[in-house]
T-cell receptor, first 116, second 118 residues
Framework: DAGVTQSPTHLIKTRGQQVTLRCSPKSGHDTVSWYQQALGQGPQFIFQYYEEEERQRGNFPDRFSGHQFPNYSSELNVNALLLGDSALYLC???????????????FGPGTRLLVL | AQTVTQSQPEMSVQEAETVTLSCTYDTSENNYYLFWYKQPPSRQMILVIRQEAYKQQNATENRFSVNFQKAAKSFSLKISDSQLGDTAMYFCAFMKPLYYNQGGKLIFGQGTELSVKP
């Protein structure tokens, strides 16, 4: 049973650049959420994708955008990178069709982004 | 809006002893989920235990158990027979059910860093 995978594991960018992070959900999962975790803090919700659409969004600027593909994998794009975007980006997946039963999100290993 | 508070930034415990981590939350919902996640130095977020708010029975998973007090909005984690591998950051998290407005979004506390000493 494949778990949640993310790529790349580490990334170094400079201010103003653009970055794309990738996530493959756990086998059988159809809903993907993205979280940003700054050092020493709890993760903050960025957005969630289901059926290839953004279902809900946290308090993040439009520089953060995403996409979900028909195979349920997802991308997180960040434009015009700022120093403050340096963080661990976590992807989590869940099964929407099991709503009301086994609602547990499982996380990938994360992508560490450093903006210089 | 829901909030989650962990008032203990750091805790330590001797190997084989028992430790309790505290968490309180605020919500007006009646149905929801509560979780404890563990994040070791590798920063992989690992599920420890889950509690459904509609269940009165406290969840247990081997050495890990919770004390869920719905009226008090309290959700503490007890780790028995602590092991060196339990050393990690522990996060308490709240989530509304998927079919709710803003459901499926985890709201995390600030975390408690637990050190298990030999």
């Amino acid at each position: 049973d494949a778990g949640v995978t993310q790529s790349p594991t580490h990334l170094i960018k400079t201010r103003g650049q653009q970055v794309t992070l990738r996530c493959s959900p756990k086998s059988g999962h159809d809903t993907v959420s993205w979280y940003q975790q700054a050092l020493g803090q709890g993760p903050q919700f960025i957005f969630q994708y289901y059926e290839e659409e953004e279902r809900q969004r946290g308090n993040f600027p439009d520089r953060f955008s995403g996409h979900q593909f028909p195979n349920y994998s997802s991308e997180l794009n960040v434009n015009a990178l700022l120093l403050g975007d340096s963080a661990l980006y976590l992807c989590a997946s869940i099964i929407w069709r099991l709503a009301g039963t086994s609602e547990t999100q499982y996380f990938g290993p994360g992508t560490r982004l450093l903006v210089l | 809006a829901q909030t989650v508070t962990q008032s203990q930034p750091e805790m330590s415990v001797q190997e084989a002893e028992t430790v309790t981590l505290s968490c309180t939350y605020d919500t007006s919902e009646n149905n929801y989920y509560l979780f404890w996640y563990k994040q070791p130095p590798s920063r992989q977020m690992i599920l420890v235990i889950r509690q459904e708010a509609y269940k009165q029975q406290n969840a247990t998973e081997n050495r890990f158990s919770v004390n869920f007090q719905k009226a008090a909005k309290s959700f503490s984690l007890k780790i028995s027979d602590s092991q060196l591998g339990d050393t990690a950051m522990y996060f308490c998290a709240f989530m509304k059910p998927l079919y709710y407005n803003q459901g499926g979004k985890l709201i995390f506390g600030q975390g408690t860093e637990l050190s298990v000493k030999p």
